[in-house]
């Protein structure tokens, strides 16, 4: 009976959050034009505290001055909710994706094309960066100096786009043969460079390999890894990916 009460909750939940999932949207553009409105009012309520300084109203200084604090205030708690929203709606998409996730590598010409043909397959990667105004480079990519990468590829946001809490996005993959701590630091530190150079996030960055085992100290270097998206993927002999550790996609659904 324990059991089923248990089930029962679960089930409550995720209904819960498939329902707030279809609402996010409209949640979120509410949320925007409210921040629009927001910056729009304090940009008046400046205005009109510069104007209280040269006349030297005191009464209205404070007055304006208050008004201007708490609206500052407001957007950011705007901005947090907007935040946790996405962070909500990441962590259901990623449950949703693992619903349906199939770890079979597809064909491809070489590993670093498979990955991408497989990232297409699940999450219409190439597709998104395109229509989000997005670069794809293969080989060199400019990073103050020429860093090559086997794949890369970015989305750069506005400065009204940052404002609203828009991330910019980057996406790195290198393939090597045989993996050593070594070059998987060497991996890190160009990826970010490249990230500060671009001026970009750092979304992923993939160690593709085709090698199916993995030492101790590396899996326990790439644990600690919490403020890098730092993932090995791995070709296994029987026609799937190890993905270590498990990144979830992003809440608008890239990797």
């Known amino acids: 009976m324990v059991e089923r009460r248990g089930e029962d909750l679960l089930t409550t939940l995720l209904s819960s959050l498939d329902e707030l999932a279809k609402k996010s949207a409209f949640l979120n553009k509410w949320l925007i034009y409210a921040i629009i409105l927001i910056i729009i009012w304090s940009g008046v309520a400046i205005g009109l505290w ?44 990623a449950y949703k994706y693992l619903e349906s996730l199939s770890l079979e590598i597809p064909p491809g010409r070489d590993p670093v094309e498979r990955l991408i043909n497989y990232f297409n397959k699940t999450l219409n990667f190439e597709k998104e960066i395109k229509k989000r105004g997005g670069i794809i480079l293969k080989g060199g990519v400019d990073c103050g100096t020429n860093i090559n990468f086997d794949y890369y590829a970015e989305i750069k946001t506005s400065a009204l786009g940052n404002l609203l809490g828009r991330k ?34 750092i979304s ?52």
């Open 50 to 93: 510069a104007i209280s300084l040269i006349n030297l109203n005191l009464t209205d200084i404070i007055l304006y001055a208050i008004l201007i604090s708490l609206v500052l205030l407001v957007l950011i708690y705007l901005l947090q909710i907007r935040e946790k929203l996405a962070e909500v709606i990441s962590r259901y998409s």
């Open 204 to 255: 992923r960055a993939i160690v593709l390999t085709t090698q199916q085992e993995m030492s101790d100290e590396l899996y326990e270097f790439l644990m600690q890894q919490e403020n890098l998206p730092l993932q090995v993927v791995m070709e296994m002999e029987d026609g799937t990916y190890d993905f270590i550790p498990f990144i979830a996609p992003r809440h608008d659904m890239l990797p």
């Open 168 to 201: 910019s996005y980057s996406f790195f993959v290198r393939y090597m043969e045989k993996l050593t701590l070594e070059d998987i630091k060497k991996f890190i530190e160009d990826v970010r460079i490249c990230s500060k150079k671009r001026d970009v996030e």
